[in-house]
């Protein structure tokens, strides 16, 4: 018996071997989570921000979020706030909803102050010849100043006869037609790709920070003899800036420029067009102004009080040029995902995806926050009809939510300190001050009746300051869509900028949304637009509807820039026009 009891005690002992063996095994291999980047307090009345003074004291003592820490962050402004900010949004209830026409004459024209040398010199070899002075020509509208270049005319004779060989006249004029004109049904059409198309895909995560050849909004680069573009006598919305060498020799039937670069240019109210035929390649130059509201349209943003806290530009996008031969599909499609349904998730901005990532988000973020929470109505007495229960419920939640809007005006406070001090921007002090807001509680009461005995039940929900609820938002999602627009345009000039969570929740996103909005130059409109002949026209440069590049037609649809050939042939880009497609 005792052999048997030592055997089944050996077995025992090599079974526990085995199996811590296996533990051990295990615990090495195991998948560890990412640390969390701040902790919760265990009590929301634990952690209190202290009041400070409104002036740095270096005796201050130290605090959980001190105007010393958050003294640290740059000293970056906050976006200049417009008063046009939005024109067209608070016209619309006052004026009439259609836009004023946009009309193939006056011609748009490339006109040089009197001071620029005159002379017979080809149009394309302006900017190689003209010398830097202090008073740079001046480009603006409408009636020329000087004569226009002395051109081949056997070569623009021939040019002009095969295009009028290969016209048709149409069975209806042309039009001035506004944006706001809709066409008939019946007149809505897809073209079909008979013709070589270049289509400008965004890249996602921008690259070619220093050597870009190509891009969407943000700064033109222009010639130093150049002045800032005019249209109709208003300092010109940048548009795009195509580099001609990428373009195929087929497209626009082989017409237009095949060297230097085409700058496009707006009226930030009008919406008239012009274009720039560039030589020479010029220094980033920064617009002289916001851009206006012609065109200007950021996702998600439809309040006066919001759109004055948006970055007031076209974001800086480098794009690749793809070139689709005939009959082949493009790359741009509908979006592969409902975006909106993903942004409308439950979510807590407490998550570092969300988190400031500069001065003018951080900004932002106070201004919403102590907007909204002023917004909100405490003390107002309980309905007449309500129980007990229901009117003490109430009395409470107002207790609890009087105390989280002091505690949140003492975190707007220091965070307005921090930025007027001017020091540097710190990623930690960020999340210090989402952890604070995270801290504080706001309460909700309602009562909902009960189906078996018909008698009010009292509900009560307490969530975090940072959360977002799709059936009751306080203020998050208006922060939320404000920090999109931030961060794009960050993003756009240096993808580091922003932190890991942020590109991991943004970029994929972002990385959807930019197919859908992919640019194209030549063959038809991609949808009928008002206003364009297919035998005489061309598509310079078809823009998408879509807020992610902040750009938009007011009454909806494409913005289509065309041109007639024989225009083009002349190049003469001051005969521009734009055109809305649905």
């Known amino acids: 018996m005792s052999d048997l009891n030592g055997a089944a005690l050996m077995l025992g002992g090599l079974m526990l071997v085995w199996a811590l063996g296996m533990f051990a095994f295990w615990w090495m291999r195991r998948p560890r989570p990412d640390p969390a980047a701040y902790a919760a307090p265990a009590a929301p009345r634990e952690i209190r921000i202290p009041k400070l003074t409104r002036k740095a004291e270096p ?11 958050l003294a640290r962050i740059s000293g970056k402004t906050t ?19 259609a836009l004023p026409p946009i009309r193939d004459e006056p011609p748009v024209v490339v006109e040089l102050d009197s001071a620029a040398p005159q002379d017979s010199t080809p149009v394309e070899a302006v900017h190689e010849t003209a010398p830097v002075s202090e008073n740079p020509p001046v480009v603006t509208m409408p009636e020329p100043a000087i004569a226009a270049p002395a051109l081949d005319e056997e070569l623009l004779e021939s040019l002009a006869a095969d295009v009028e060989r290969r016209a048709r006249i149409a069975d209806v004029p042309l039009a001035d037609t506004p944006f706001s004109e809709a066409p008939p049904a019946s007149a809505v059409i897809d073209k079909p790709v008979n013709g070589v198309v270049a289509y400008l895909v965004p890249q996602t995560p921008p690259r070619d920070a220093i050597f870009r ?16 573009p005019r249209v109709d006598g208003s300092d010109a919305d940048f548009l795009a800036q195509i580099a001609c060498t990428d373009l195929p020799s087929a497209l626009w039937d082989g017409l237009g420029p095949r060297t230097g670069s085409l700058a496009f240019f707006a009226n930030p109210d009008t919406g008239a067009v012009a274009a720039l035929h560039l030589i020479d390649e010029g220094e980033p130059r920064e617009p002289s102004r916001p851009v206006g509201g012609a065109y200007f349209h ?13 970055i007031r530009a076209f974001p800086e996008w480098p794009v690749d040029v793809v070139i689709v031969e005939p009959g082949d599909a493009g790359p741009r499609q509908a979006e592969a995902s409902d975006v909106a349904a993903q942004l409308a998730a439950d979510y807590d901005i407490a998550d570092p995806a969300f988190h400031p990532f500069d001065w003018a988000s951080m900004l932002a973020l106070a201004d919403i926050l102590e907007s909204r ?36 005006a003492e975190i707007i406070t220091i965070i307005r300190e921090g ?19 995270h801290a504080i509680r706001w309460a909700r009461v309602w009562a909902v009746a009960d189906e078996e005995s018909g008698e009010d039940r009292v509900e009560t929900l307490v969530l975090p300051l940072t959360r977002h609820r799709p059936d009751g938002d306080l203020w998050v999602d208006a922060y939320r869509t404000v920090l999109f627009d931030h961060a794009k345009h960050a993003w756009c ?10 590109r991991a929740f943004f970029e994929p996103l972002w990385g959807v949304m930019a197919i859908s909005e992919i640019p194209s130059m030549g063959n038809f409109p991609s949808l009928h637009a008002v206003g364009f002949d297919d035998e005489r026209d061309v598509v310079m440069l078809e823009f998408p509807a879509g807020g992610l590049m902040s750009r938009g037609v007011r009454e909806g649809g494409n913005l289509v820039l ?10 003469d880009f001051s005969a521009m026009r734009a055109l809305r497609s649905n």
Not at 83 to 89: E, I, M, N
Not at 213 to 228: E, F, N, V
Request: aromatic share 6%; glycine share 8%; no cysteine.
């Open 59 to 69: 005796e201050a003592a130290p605090i959980e979020i001190s105007a010393s820490r």
């Open 79 to 97: 976006p200049d706030k417009f008063d046009d900010a939005l024109s067209f949004y608070e016209s619309e209830t006052d004026a009439p909803s």
């Open 213 to 228: 050849k190509s891009w969407l909004g943000g700064r033109p680069h222009l010639p130093a003899d150049i002045a800032w």
């Open 298 to 310: 950021p996702y998600g943003i439809d309040s006066a009080d919001l759109m004055q806290l948006t």
């Open 373 to 408: 929470l002023a917004q909100q109505p405490l003390g107002g007495p309980a309905p007449d009809d309500a129980s007990d229960e229901l009117a003490q419920a109430m009395v409470d939640a107002d207790d609890a939510n009087r105390d989280a809007v002091q505690r949140a």
């Open 419 to 437: 930025s007027e001090q001017g020091a540097g921007f710190s990623p930690p002090d960020a999340t210090a001050v989402m952890a604070g807001l």
């Open 493 to 502: 000039r240096n993808p580091g900028i922003l932190s890991a969570p942020a």
């Open 562 to 571: 065309a041109m007639r050939k024989a225009d083009l042939a002349a190049g």
